[in-house]
């Protein structure tokens, strides 16, 4: 059982966009600013896309975007492109006694 | 280059130990914390420890806590996570990651390769 829900599975169809939900509580997403979003290609370490809610680090297409709303972070991914398939993660600090939270986990694919 | 090295990874049975490291580069290691995420096979990824920046404050998974213990060396650029009691459920990549929690602005910037760690009863 993961601490923030994500929905396991979501598709698109190339050049269309997305978006993944990410779902938590008051003790974590709805409370800070410290939601963040990574990428995992198959074999592969994660990648961070998105830290503090809404912000890409150097280098990450802006494709990617985020947002929240009260207990829900959501990722957007526009213009879908075939190296966009990969699992994507939300994790969101949880306060000094839980710290972090990771969602399960989706899988996006790209059709 | 940001660089993260994983190593101490292996196979243990039920009860048994190891120690992990990680080896960094390309940062100021000793202004960070750090932090280890593990993956067990198939699954997504968990949260297991997170450490600051002068290694005197430490966090724990409840999963974890009073098993597995994490620290750092800044004289050596490198990050350990000591594994004791381990159990099959522990069985997993572990990934050595820079920030985590409320360090890093609250994400984990960079990762490492992993190590994988399998107990096997």
């Known amino acids: 059982h993961s601490a923030l829900t994500q929905p396991a599975s979501v598709s698109g169809s190339l050049g269309q966009s997305i978006t993944i939900s990410c779902t938590g509580t008051s003790s974590d997403v709805g409370s800070y600013i410290l939601v963040s979003w990574y990428q995992q290609h198959p074999g592969k370490a994660p990648k961070l896309i998105i830290y503090e809610g809404n912000k890409r680090p150097s280098g990450v297409s802006n494709r990617f975007s985020a947002s929240k709303s009260a207990n829900t972070a959501s990722l957007t991914i526009s213009g879908l492109q075939a190296e966009d398939e990969a699992d994507y993660y939300c994790?969101?600090?949880?306060?000094?006694?839980?710290?972090?939270?990771f969602g399960g986990g989706t899988n996006l694919a790209v059709l | 280059e940001v660089q993260l090295v994983e190593s101490g990874g292996g196979l243990v049975q039920p009860g048994g130990s190891l120690r992990l490291s990680c080896a960094v580069s390309?940062?100021?290691?000793?202004?960070?914390?750090m932090s280890w995420v593990r993956q067990a096979p198939g699954k997504g990824l968990e949260w297991v420890s997170s450490?600051?920046?002068?290694?005197?404050?430490?966090y724990y998974a409840d999963s974890v806590k009073g098993r597995l213990t994490i620290s750092r060396d800044n004289s050596k650029n490198t990050l350990y996570l000591q594994m004791n009691g381990l159990r099959v459920e522990d069985t997993a990549v572990y990934y050595c990651?820079?920030?985590?929690?409320?360090?890093?602005?609250?994400?984990?910037?960079?990762w490492g390769q992993g190590t994988l760690v399998t107990v096997y009863s």
């Open positions: 450490i600051s920046d002068s290694g005197d404050r430490t």
């Open positions: 390309g940062f100021a290691f000793s202004s960070y914390g």
């Open positions: 994790c969101s600090y949880a306060g000094t006694r839980t710290f972090v939270v």
């Open positions: 990651a820079q920030g985590g929690g409320i360090y890093g602005s609250g994400s984990f910037q960079h």
